[in-house]
């Protein structure tokens, strides 16, 4: 019941056999923008916003440097929110922050290497909406089946303001 961006999974195997059934297959789930990321990596190792199909090959020759599993996620205009989750069967949420990239989005490069990346906490957001997010995150954590301490990421939407999981870490 946690809502996600849209997305589709890719295996190297696909691209190898046949990249032009590859790339109509990710188009039919998925419209751009649209993120490619490895699988099973970190840090935003190997992820790339991708505008159009002109890009999109490069994208997934790299992603699938780092990993056989691929996803394709939609791209969402938002503002993106992170919270960390610690317990165990009674989790607790902490306050949000806001992260703020310097970069188009949160690469490596933004995470690592540029000062110019903001991170807000409390996040900028309204507190009704950052409640849900608490909520969300202690969710996902229990529906995960999570332990000890995790960060999820979430992408507030800006048109809609619908929260969207982005990933547990």
């Not at 090959?57 to 919270?83: P, T």
């Not at 069967?89 to 949160?106: C, H, M, Q, R, T």
């Not at 950052?130 to 939407?157: M, N, P, W």
């Amino acid at each position: 019941g946690i809502l996600n961006a849209p997305y589709t999974v890719c295996f190297r195997s696909e691209m190898e056999e046949d990249i032009d059934a590859l790339t109509r297959k990710i188009e039919q789930k998925v419209s751009y923008p649209v993120f490619v990321k490895p699988a099973n990596a970190g840090s935003s190792v190997g992820i790339t916003k991708v505008k159009d199909r002109s890009a999109l090959y490069e994208a997934l020759r790299l992603a699938f440097a780092y990993d056989r599993k691929v996803v394709v996620e939609k791209g969402i205009d938002a503002i993106e929110v992170e919270c960390a989750v610690i317990g165990n069967e009674d989790p607790v949420a902490s306050p949000l922050g806001e992260i703020v990239p310097a970069n188009e989005f949160y690469d490596y490069e933004a995470k690592y290497k540029n000062a110019e990346t903001g991170l807000f906490i409390p996040a900028r957001i309204d507190q009704q909406v950052a409640q849900k997010v608490r909520e969300t995150a202690v969710q996902a954590f229990r529906a995960l089946g999570c332990s000890g301490l995790a960060r999820v990421d979430f992408l507030i939407e800006k048109t809609t303001g619908k929260i969207v999981l982005n990933e547990p870490n």
